[in-house]
């Protein structure tokens, strides 16, 4: 043959040397060894499909080579492979059904039945747990470690505060939150924290650490559930808790005495409205008692001027009818008015009065003077 190398030898076309030891074959020598004289044979291929071919005959006697046994086969792996499509979705969660990988559809609690896999495929969601979300510390609020970058937030009015915020929140459609959202929880921190200094960017430093705390949470909610929205996340904030807001470290003993100040002047003008509070319905109650009196004095001075102008007319009238005697009578009463409010003798000198000796009585005159 061509291909025999020199010296001849039934090597073949890949040679391998003279001799009958590579037995013809075209790998050479077999490996050498000890044991038997030629080492461990390698295993039987023929051998071990010889053996599996009789075990199959065992379960199945018609063989593969039978068409029932093929169709017994198929029908039982088909079995097998349909059972496989039932699933439970427990209370509190939700069932989400692929076909071919796309979205079909959601179920409700209890046991269902879905397409196998590959065909179809189910994710099972938790829509009833709140999960949290921390912003500005991570671990227990007031002990754990605190993230300034967080934290730190700008103010309204150019000043900063340092707040610690928990966000909670929970699945809505689970639809949504598989196919639109690919880290939830790292999506509603960074949302919540953007909402939140977009919020206390419109709100000034003393709202936000004294009466506006309540407005900063429910604004922020609404704000961050906007955004979520807006981007189909299926995800709903069921809270926004507020659990810090103090002014940074290096600042809070200045701002301390800043509120020690407002709480004083509160004080002041609190004590400073009881006491206007106490004072001007006295004030006005002597002012309403005033005005009265007037009233009654005035009326009491005109009917009383009325009555002397009416009296008047009628002794004018009566004057003209009779002067003379009008005249006599006015005098008369006038006299009786002088003579009747002062002490007075009477000295009748006619009748042996004139022997009176005149007596001035000092003492009644100094008691006089003295009234």
Known sequence: MPWNQQGGGNGGPWGGGGGGNNDGSPWGKKPSGGGNGGGTPPPDIEEMLRKSQDRLKKVMPGGFGGGKGIILGLIVAGVLWGITGFYRVQPGEEGVQLLFGEFNGRTTPGLNYWFPSPIGD????????????????????????????????LTGDQNIVDMDVDVLWRVSNAADYLFNVRDPETTVKIMAESSLREVIGQTSLDNALTDGRAEVQAKTRQVLQETLDQYQTGIEITNVQLQKADPPQPVIDA???VQRARQDKERLQNEAEAYRNSVVPTARGEAQKMIQGAAAYKEKVTAEAEGEAQKFLSIYDTYKGSKEITRERIFLETMS?????????IIDTKNGGSG???YLPLNQLQKQGGQ
């Open 255 to 257: 701002f301390n005495e």
């Open 356 to 358: 009176v000796v005149p």
């Open 337 to 345: 008015d002088i003579y009747g409010n002062s002490n007075k003798t």
């Open 122 to 153: 189910v994710q099972i969601v938790d829509a009833e747990n709140i999960r949290r979300v921390q912003i500005g510390y991570s671990g227990q609020s007031g002990r754990g470690r605190e993230v300034p970058g967080e934290s730190l937030i």
